[in-house]
């Protein structure tokens, strides 16, 4: 019997290891973070070691040892990580769960066979096709979640494998094990089929959620981009419509000048050539970059801009093929030249000025962006972006560019001083 709980045991320490290294986005280097796994995976089988064989009939040691062996995985999902925050505790968590049921497993058939080895076997095949199962079904959502935050918060959702842990370990391991109360076997197999089906079931609908968030934003961007290039289209045809009416006129225009050029009215002469130039300039059609998609997003901020009679200095290099994706970048442009029209909307005249600096070349990307803010801002503790105060359903356009840069490898940097708040982006091109 004793055989059987510290094989069951370290199994179960194994293969906990093993989900936290597959279902998290590791912080460290492969090699580095497999030692931290193995370092941490050892420290608990000693501890096995201690309650099982040492002290095996000490209730209160069986209960502090094992308070302590949850402390230790669970640091280890939130250290190796790449995230450290409540995304992570939940998958650790969920990890603690899915290894449990190896370990009840194992019980359940040393109780009907009384075989040692039969049971070690069902307990490798369970950890085995648990493991399999859940990383081909929700692999790909744990590492999605982890790269990337859809403004939910995480802490209640860690109550689900808490509950479910606490559930598993009052029915089969303490204070009574299964072993003395074997009636708990069918309700433990229907947990175990519970918990797996729940875990299948809101986490595909999270991802649903997500997916549902990304399209939102995907159709934003698209509905700016035919904005823009209707804004666009307008001002051509406006443009050439005033620049028809100025060639017709140039005959009348010439017959001027020429009878000023024959009265000697110089001053009058230049001053028929400055209205010509005006005219000319007042139907040039702007365009800041050579990027088809971004110039219509920049065309549409400039025109909501003038509207609401704010200055927008832009500084623009951007060539017609750019290394990332041009859609999800015109995204991120529209997101925070947006904020900065919010953010200056309702200030004086002098203050309505936004000043950007946005470089897209083959070496890197840079997003340099200030505007003046009277109003206080929140930032978040975790990443570091400005907190929304307009209510639910906003700030996910600056969660859509930090998953931008997440994805890139950039760095994005916000601080407000003296009433000035600036943010910058900058990504390395490898």
């Not at 193995?38 to 209160?60: I, Q």
């Not at 939910?152 to 479910?164: H, T």
Request: charged share 20%.
């Amino acid at each position: 019997m004793l055989y059987l709980k510290d094989i069951s045991y370290m199994l179960s320490h194994v293969f906990f290891m093993v989900f936290v290294y597959l279902f998290l986005v590791h912080r460290y280097s492969p090699k580095k973070t497999l030692l931290i796994c193995f370092a941490s995976c050892f420290a608990m089988n000693l501890l096995d070691y201690f309650k099982l064989n040492l002290f095996p009939h000490s209730g209160l040691v069986y209960f502090c040892t094992t308070i302590v062996q949850i402390a230790i995985a669970q640091f280890t999902g939130l250290f190796i990580s790449k995230k450290r925050d409540s995304r992570v505790l939940f998958i650790s968590l969920s990890a603690s769960n899915y290894v449990i049921v190896g370990s009840i497993t194992a019980s359940i058939l040393y109780i009907l066979t009384g075989s040692v080895y039969l049971a070690l076997a069902g307990n490798l095949l369970m950890h085995l096709t648990i493991l399999l199962i859940l990383f081909c079904k929700i692999g790909k959502i744990f590492h999605r979640f982890c790269e990337r935050d859809f403004g939910r918060s995480w802490w209640e959702l860690c109550l689900i494998p808490v509950f479910f842990f606490c559930s598993f370990s009052c029915l089969a391991f303490f204070p009574y094990t299964l072993y003395e109360y074997p009636e708990n076997i069918l309700v433990s197999i229907f947990l175990m089929i519970t918990m797996l089906v729940s875990y299948v079931v809101v986490l595909r609908y999270l991802d649903s959620e997500a997916k549902q968030v990304e399209e939102y934003w995907k159709n934003v961007m698209f509905e700016s981009y035919i904005k823009g290039l209707e804004s666009q289209n307008y001002l051509v045809e406006q443009s050439e419509q005033n620049l028809k009416i100025l060639r017709h006129d140039m005959r009348h225009y010439s017959m001027m000048i020429d009878s000023l050029l024959d009265q000697g009215e110089y001053n009058e002469i230049r001053n028929i050539a400055g209205h010509i130039n005006e005219v000319v300039n007042e139907n040039k059609v702007n365009r800041y970059c050579e990027n088809l998609i971004v110039n219509a997003i920049l065309l549409k901020i400039a025109e909501q801009a003038r509207s609401l009679h704010i200055t927008l200095h832009l500084e623009v290099l951007i060539p017609k093929q750019i290394l990332v994706n041009e859609y999800e970048f015109a995204m991120v442009l529209a997101n925070l030249l947006e904020n900065a029209v919010f953010s200056v909307k309702n200030l004086a005249s002098a203050k309505k000025h936004i000043s950007a600096k946005i470089h897209c070349t083959s070496e890197h990307l840079l997003i340099d962006m200030e505007n003046e803010c009277e109003k206080e801002i929140d930032f978040d503790s975790i990443t570091g972006l400005p907190k929304s105060k307009r209510g639910e359903g906003h700030g996910l356009g600056m969660q859509s560019v930090q998953a931008f840069l997440d994805k890139l490898g950039g760095n994005i940097e916000c601080y407000c001083e003296n009433n000035r708040f600036r943010i910058i982006l900058f990504v390395k091109f490898v």
